[in-house]
C-alpha cells in the first residue's frame, strides 16, 4: 500500500511562492514517475506537472509553465513543486499522485492519491 501526503499549502498574495511537497511510503517510490495536480471549486481536476522515475523528463501545463518546477529526491521519497509568480487562478487543492501508465497529463493514470493541501491565492 502506497501512501502520499502532501503539506506546504497555504495563503499567499498573488505574486507570492509556495512550495509543496510530497511524502511518499513504500520502497517503490523511485520506481514511478509522479504527477500533481489541481482541482478549483466547481470545476475538474487539472494536470499540473508530472516528473519521470529519475527525475529526467518534466511535463507542465501551459498554464504553470515557466512558474512552476516539479523536483524529487528519490532518497527521501519526496516530491516537490514549487510554484512562483503565483496568481489567484492558481487558487485551488493540490493533489500527488503516482502516475503508472504512458499519459502523464490524464488522471486515469494515476493510480495512488494523496489528500490534498489547499493552495489560496488572494489578489
Known amino acids: 500500500q502506497v501512501q502520499l501526503v502532501e503539506s506546504g499549502g497555504g495563503l499567499v498574495q498573488a505574486g507570492g511562492s509556495l512550495r509543496l511537497s510530497c511524502a511518499a511510503s513504500?520502497?517503490?517510490?523511485?520506481?514511478?514517475?509522479m504527477g500533481w495536480f489541481r482541482q478549483a471549486p466547481g470545476k475538474e481536476r487539472a494536470f499540473v506537472a508530472a516528473i519521470s522515475w529519475s527525475g529526467g523528463s518534466t511535463y507542465y501545463s501551459d498554464t504553470v509553465k515557466g512558474r512552476f518546477t516539479i523536483s524529487r529526491d528519490n532518497a527521501k521519497n519526496t516530491v516537490d513543486l514549487q510554484m512562483n509568480n503565483l496568481k489567484p487562478e492558481d487558487t485551488a487543492v493540490y493533489r500527488c499522485?503516482?502516475?503508472?501508465?504512458?499519459?502523464?497529463?490524464?488522471?486515469?493514470?494515476?493510480?495512488?492519491w494523496g489528500q490534498g493541501t489547499q493552495v489560496t491565492v488572494s489578489s
Open positions: 499522485a503516482r502516475w503508472s501508465g504512458l499519459r502523464y497529463y490524464s488522471l486515469r493514470e494515476y493510480d495512488y
Open positions: 513504500g520502497r517503490t517510490f523511485s520506481w514511478y514517475a
